[in-house]
């Protein structure tokens, strides 16, 4: 089975451009969540999107958005673009049944953004 | 999330069994310790979790206190690859093991 594959891996952009990262969750799996890593935050939960419909949201501005396909590939998008934006953004996917605690999230290899 | 506290760091050798401890006081009844860890600059990868019952699976064993205030993640022969940081969660409810808060997790280092 393949895994969880993000792209770009790695990309440059400047302040106020934006950006849109794609993520293909492992074949079956229906949940897929969103994480920002950075050197002084860690890991932070960004958003879960499960059947097309967002389902959980952290505490992240309106700058940040994300979308899934009825494939349950997803999407996030960035705009304007800061300078703190600048992190690896990983994404993980889950079978994501809420009926039970399925526990087990799979994780990419991120896509690392450098906003200068 | 309830607050777990992982030492920031630990050493082992390798070949022995590396013991990872984590307090997580204010966990509730029904709330699961998962461990998660994260080789530099790859995404993090999940190893293992439970409720109360001790668990074991491939790649490590979980013990948790009866008062499941804390718990201990066992790598029975650690190797070099092992080194990481380990990350020990304890999302707030059932469905929400998909919205996890990470702390800062304890970097492990496998010697030679």
């Known amino acids: 089975k393949a895994g969880v594959t993000q792209t770009p891996r790695y990309l440059i952009k400047t302040r106020g451009q934006q950006v849109t990262l794609s993520c293909s969750p492992i074949?079956?799996?229906?949940?897929v969540s969103w994480y920002q890593q950075t050197p002084g935050q860690g890991l932070q939960f960004l958003f879960e999107y499960f059947s097309e419909t967002q389902r959980n949201k952290g505490n992240f501005p309106g700058r940040f958005s994300g979308r899934q396909f009825s494939n349950s590939r997803s999407e996030m998008n960035v705009s304007t673009l800061e300078l703190g934006d600048s992190a690896l953004y990983l994404c993980?996917?889950?079978?994501?049944?809420?009926?039970?605690?399925?526990?087990?999230?799979?994780f990419g290899e991120g896509s690392r953004l450098t906003v200068l | 999330d309830a607050k777990t506290t992982q030492p920031p760091s630990m050493d082992c050798a390798e070949g022995r069994a590396a013991n990872l401890p984590c307090n997580h006081s204010?966990?509730?009844?029904?709330?699961?310790v998962y461990w998660y860890r994260q080789i530099h600059s790859q995404g993090p990868q999940y190893i293992i979790h439970?409720?109360?019952n001790n668990e074991t699976n491939e790649m490590a064993s979980l013990i948790i206190t009866e008062d499941r205030k804390s718990s201990t993640l066992i790598l029975p022969h650690a190797t070099l690859r092992d080194t990481a940081v380990y990350y020990c969660?304890?999302?707030?409810?059932?469905?929400?093991?998909?919205?996890?808060?990470f702390g800062s997790g304890t970097q492990l280092t496998v010697l030679p």
């Open positions: 439970g409720l109360k």
């Open positions: 204010t966990i509730s009844g029904n709330e699961y």
């Open positions: 074949s079956g799996h229906r949940s």
């Open positions: 993980a996917s889950s079978e994501g049944d809420r009926g039970q605690r399925t526990g087990e999230l799979f």
């Open positions: 969660i304890v999302p707030p409810s059932p469905g929400s093991a998909r919205q996890l808060t």
